[in-house]
């Protein structure tokens, strides 16, 4: 039998649940897998990733609904996409993206009172059957690996622009 080793998830299974918004900087954000801040928005690595470089892009101020961004966090949205996807890839060399935001719980949200656009880069066969019969996901990579290995891109890439 394969042993699957994720010891970063056993602190969000039995760790407290904090309170106030995750994602706002003057709460309880955790500053350790943010790769880009820029003026209204940020990139940040998924602490509990669906894949291996499973990002987020976050407005700065706390807004719930898209409709509630501004022209220019909507803006700073749209370009740091363009940016995490030109980042990973060069450094991950992914064959596609799903690039999505669950907007209130019945679409999935899990964090629904911060508006975020998910970025997950996928390759051809990354459901493996793990997946499939276990219901398990496999990510071969701990995230701050996966942070420092696409950190220097951004940098790279906003200078560009």
């Known amino acids: ?12 299974i039995k760790g407290e649940k904090p309170e106030g918004c995750v994602f706002c900087k003057c709460s309880v954000r955790c500053d350790d897998f ?35 961004l501004t022209p220019e966090e909507r803006k700073e ?7 995490s996807i030109r980042a990973m890839k060069e450094a991950m060399k992914p064959d596609g993206f799903n690039v999505g935001a669950n907007i209130g719980k019945a679409a999935g ?33 701990a995230v701050a690996t996966t942070a420092a290995v696409l950190a220097p891109f951004f940098k790279k890439y906003h200078q560009e622009e």
Do not use: C
Request: aromatic letters at 12%; a negative charge; glycine letters at 6%.
């Open 77 to 83: 949205i749209f370009d740091l996409l363009e940016i």
């Open 1 to 12: 039998m394969e042993t699957i080793f994720a010891p970063w998830r056993m602190d969000y």
């Open 109 to 141: 949200a899990g964090i629904e009172e911060h508006f975020h656009v998910h970025v997950i880069p996928r390759w051809e066969g990354d459901t493996n059957f793990m997946s499939v019969v276990t219901n398990v996901r496999v990510i071969p990579e």
């Open 34 to 68: 943010i790769l880009f801040e820029g003026k209204t928005a940020y990139v940040m690595m998924n602490r509990y990733p669906y894949v291996n470089g499973h990002l987020m892009i976050i407005p700065q101020r706390h807004v719930g609904q898209i409709e509630e």
